[in-house]
């Protein structure tokens, strides 16, 4: 018997809905389904099992007594069971490393607390599940068809959870892992039915899977698994093992502290696989739309030979679909940031031919599965999702894993792209980046520390310290992120550094910067001007009245609903309306400062250089006065000065008119009045025609300070 606290409700938290529970339902399911069963007949093959001259991690035939209590066992017999459930419940051949089986021996001895870092896909699981069933007392129904195994969570019925006790309460209960979570854990019943289950010397092993979630230094602190650490009071003499692949040296330290770990043996390996490709592509300075690039490289991954040499055979493995001529294998998980991204992202890959899913939160518990299945099946080619899809899912012909934008954290990304190439073969992980994307995570990033820089202030001491603690986890863990998509350097190694690897050389062919430098550096050179230029178009569209939020939030009305809808996934939507007045007007106060420190400075280095004036194509207005306005025979006299002196003019043509011409009043019939009106007309036009100056009939012109038409110009 073991207790393996997952990490629960990660993926709901992550999306934070409503519908988290049946998310976790499904995830533990996954855990216990990937866990357990391994239907295939046994299969007799030789096992190469490295020895080691690590005393702790080896055995010696000599040995005996391992456990306690009167679970004694020689440690021939030990050796002899491992060896066989390695062949006959799982199925493997050798070990994955050296460190695995290492560690899978010390665990197996039971006499020291286990600390396991090691990379995403290295086979932790193994680790804690060989030794589980070894020390189980019938080693015949391990040949069976499953390893008995349950998980007890908010999601079950009080009589499936009744079940799962009645069992746990048997003289010799045939489950041999209970999946349980931090939060359940944490529970006073829960506390006293493992105590319970220590004192009837059934409890052989405390396992806590994803244990950065113990720290405030993890990408993902829980505060419930703090809690954790009390079960050490409840069943002392237990061993403890905690794994993970996403620790550092300061988070690794903090585990060991939260959990109370004594006596630990530590198995630790760098962050490296070899089998990983990692590159970075800028969104905006793509040769094609980015949807286009994405869904090429997509066949690209995924497509292994032209369907013309496969025309006469057919294509039998059903794990293969065809795609135009091309023969598409494995598998694609497209991380975006929202379930409208998700869904968009979706019918734009079917429409490029690619079978693909959507998966999210907003989806019921059924179509979730549904999709999963048809994933996991091969039935469709990629899945676009949301972080929540991939929690406990092994599977290990995952071709591609894109972000369609980064992560919040270095950490989280290592993660989520680690879900690739589980079979060891070649696989990509790619991000796709641009200046939008970096300010919506920065937003995204700033209401979380936010909201905790107001919890640190409400408590005090140590608690106000962890606070702080984890506001700078999570700057450091975007820091480094954005370092990671910004920086010319092996991808690897960003990697390898943040997680304090001891190893940090180049990778030297498995990422974009080491396979071509140059290019990746000028790709970032065009990134890097591409800021600026986002900012002074804005500032022209600013100066035109014609602001709208695109250029905040990347493409477009549609795209701020898209963003509104992620905002909205992790927060709450009053805090998504405040957040994008501030964003904005941060925005706009930050462009406008640049605008006139280029104006004061005159400076001709720097952003953007020097501030030119466009030249625009003068037009005339509809209702031009400037009679011949095509004329250009005046240097420097544009179009718009001649409309506006033209217009004065005119005015003071219009004033002495009025004053000087007062017809009207002098005739009492209307036929009078048109008759002298036809009559001045006809006098002023053929004045005018023969160039001549026409005067009126009243003296007063000079003396009111009219002045002649021609003197006016
Ligand atoms: N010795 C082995 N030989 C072959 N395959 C193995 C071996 N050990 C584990 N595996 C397989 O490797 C895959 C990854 O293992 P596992 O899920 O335990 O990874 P992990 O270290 O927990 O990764 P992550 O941290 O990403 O969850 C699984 O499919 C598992 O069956």
Redesign the pocket.
């Known amino acids: 018997m073991e207790v393996v606290t997952l990490e629960s409700d990660e993926e709901e938290k992550k999306e934070q809905k409503s519908s988290w529970s049946d998310i976790f339902s499904r995830k533990t399911e996954v855990q216990a389904q990937k866990k357990v069963t391994k239907k295939e007949p046994p299969v007799k093959k030789e096992v190469s099992l490295e020895s080691t001259s690590s005393s702790s991690s080896s055995f010696s035939e000599n040995e005996v007594a391992i456990g306690t209590g009167k679970a004694l066992v020689k440690s021939s017999e030990i050796i002899e069971r491992r060896d066989k459930v390695f062949v006959e419940v799982f199925h493997?051949?050798?070990?994955?490393s050296k460190l695995?089986m290492r560690a899978i021996n010390c665990i197996l001895k039971r006499q020291c607390d286990v600390y396991v870092s090691?990379p995403?896909?290295?086979?932790?699981?193994?680790c804690y599940q060989l030794p589980a069933i070894v020390h189980g007392d019938q080693i015949s129904s391990l040949r069976s068809k499953g390893i008995p195994c349950e998980t007890l969570n908010s999601t079950l019925t009080a009589a499936e959870k009744s079940n799962i006790m009645r069992e746990l309460n048997c003289v010799a209960p045939k489950i041999r892992m209970l999946y349980i979570t931090a939060e359940g854990a944490a529970t006073d019943s829960m506390k006293k039915f493992l105590a319970d289950l220590n004192k009837r010397e059934l409890l052989r092993y405390i396992i806590i899977d994803e244990a950065h979630c113990v720290t405030h230094w993890g990408h993902d602190f829980r505060p419930d698994y703090l809690s954790l650490g009390k079960l050490r009071d409840i069943c002392p003499g237990v061993p403890w093992i905690a794994l993970t692949?996403t620790a550092n040296t300061k988070a690794q330290d903090d585990i060991v502290f939260q959990l109370k770990m004594r006596n630990v043996e530590s198995f630790k390996a760098g962050t490296y696989r070899d089998n990983l490709y990692y590159d970075v592509c800028m969104r905006d300075h793509l040769s094609t739309a980015p949807e286009n690039h994405l869904a090429a490289f997509i066949t690209k991954c995924l497509s292994v030979v032209d369907k013309k040499n496969d025309d006469k055979g057919g294509i039998k493995d059903k794990n293969v679909r065809t795609q135009n001529k091309k023969i598409l294998t494995g598998s694609a998980i497209v991380y975006c940031r929202s379930r409208n991204e998700c869904e968009q992202m979706a019918l734009t890959l079917n429409k490029a031919g690619i079978t693909c899913l959507a998966y999210h939160a907003g989806l019921g518990k059924k179509d979730r599965n549904d999709v999963q299945d048809k994933w996991m099946s091969n039935e469709v080619a990629v899945v676009t999702a949301t972080v929540a899809f991939g929690m406990g899912i092994?599977k290990?012909d995952v071709r591609l894993v894109v972000h369609w934008s980064p992560s919040q954290n270095l950490a989280g990304y290592y993660?989520e792209a680690?879900r690739a190439g589980?079979d060891g073969k070649r696989s990509y992980c790619r991000i796709y980046y641009s200046n939008s994307d970096k300010n919506a995570l920065n937003f995204l990033v700033s209401g979380d520390l936010a909201k905790l820089r107001e919890k640190a202030k409400k408590k005090n001491g140590t608690e106000s310290e962890k606070a702080e603690l984890q506001i700078k986890a999570i700057q450091t863990g975007l820091a480094k992120m954005i370092e990671y998509c910004e920086s010319a350097q092996c991808r690897h190694v960003s990697i390898a550094k943040f997680f304090d690897d001891s190893d940090c050389r180049p990778c030297e062919t498995n990422c974009d910067y080491c396979r071509n430098p140059k290019d990746t550096e000028k790709k970032l050179q065009d990134f890097e001007w591409g800021k600026d230029k986002k900012a002074n178009a804005y500032m022209n569209r600013w100066k035109n009245n014609d602001v709208d939020t695109d250029d905040l939030y990347g493409g477009g009305k549609c795209s701020l609903a898209k963003d509104e809808d992620m905002w909205k996934e992790s927060a709450s939507s009053s805090t998504v309306k405040d957040r994008c007045e501030t964003e904005e007007s941060q925005r706009l106060r930050s462009v406008l400062k640049n605008e006139f420190a280029k104006r004061r400075s005159n400076n001709s280095e720097g952003f953007g250089g020097p501030v030119k004036r466009t030249k625009v194509e003068e037009k005339p207005a509809e209702d031009v006065s400037v009679i011949n306005f095509e004329l250009k025979t005046i240097p420097n006299v544009t179009l718009e000065t001649r409309e506006s002196l033209t217009r004065q003019f005119i005015k003071a043509l219009q004033r002495k008119l009025d004053h000087q011409f007062a017809l009207y009043g002098s005739c009492k019939t209307a036929m009078t009045y048109r008759m002298k009106c036809s009559h001045k007309v006809a006098e002023i036009k053929k004045k005018t025609k023969n160039f001549e100056i026409f005067e009126f009939e009243n003296t007063a012109i000079e003396q009111s300070g009219f002045s002649k038409a021609s003197n006016l110009i």
């Open positions: 493997h051949k050798k070990y994955k695995q090691l995403t896909g290295a086979g932790k699981s193994l692949a092994d290990p993660q680690g589980r």
